[in-house]
């Protein structure tokens, strides 16, 4: 079993962007700039954001956090919208979901700019990814797709399950791993809570990605020998092995399927890294105007 360690690849990449943001520094140009909207005070909302922020610092990017609170109107965000859509020293913005029930996330994400869209959920760059068109792709998908490429798998006619439907996840990696492309060309399932006789489909699978958020949700059983399985979720599970009393797992019960597959993503530093790390590359095409 070899491990997809989003941890070691993301460092590699952000070395990478490092090095491209002293090359825009040299040339007398700023640094690409990326701003974050948050409301309220989820405290998961709260570690993404802040993982984000020190991300950017990593890499010498510029970076702004707009703190809002959880009663703020929808008129008032979409103003905050508006502003960093025109603000020329911001390169590319996020609004971190979920965002309070009182405000339409949809109606939100329509107000920011595509072309500053670097989370990309904004409906003309998902309808662009959807037509091969260059558009900002969702930070998961994307990088699980730069995962699988770095380390070379072949997937072509491959059957590929992918768990959880959701607009930034699921959906969109089915779309990318049935692209006729080197990373894609697979035979995608998209399976979902309605699905029946889950088990067979997995059992039929040469790769996996889950996206689903519940914990030990694959077992040992629902898969066959070689499989290759990336694990998205992200459960908090009580432990007594840490001094928090918690720690986090994915969607997989890792312990006894690893040994099953020829590779596989470990939680923590699997996806989650390998996300922040494409948040950035968006943040960096965004400052290189790429799609406009
Ligand atoms: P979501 O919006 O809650 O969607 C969950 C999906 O799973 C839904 O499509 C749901 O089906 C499906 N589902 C739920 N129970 C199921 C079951 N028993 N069998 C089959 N499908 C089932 O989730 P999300 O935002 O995509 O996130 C999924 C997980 O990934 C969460 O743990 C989240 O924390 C994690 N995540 C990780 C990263 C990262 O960077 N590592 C990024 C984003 C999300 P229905 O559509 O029928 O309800």
New binding site residues.
Partial sequence: MILLNGKKTSDLIKEEISQEVLDIIKNGDRPPHLAAILVGDNPASLTYVSAKVKACDKVGFQSSLIKLHHDVSEEDLISHVDNLNKNVDIDGFIVQLPLPNHINEKKILEKISPHKDVDGFHPINFGKMCLDIPCFIPA?PFGIVELLRRYNLDLDGKNCVV????H???TPISILLSKNKKIGNCTVTL?????KN?KHICNNADIIIS????PNFITEDMVKDGVVIVD????RVKSNKTKSGWKLVGDVDFENVSNKCSYITPVPGG??PM?IVSLLKNTLLAKKNVFS
């Fill in positions: 998961t768990l959880g439907r959701s930034i996840v699921g399976a979902h809570s309605k699905t889950i996206a689903i958020g519940k998205v979720g992200i459960n996806v989650g996300t």
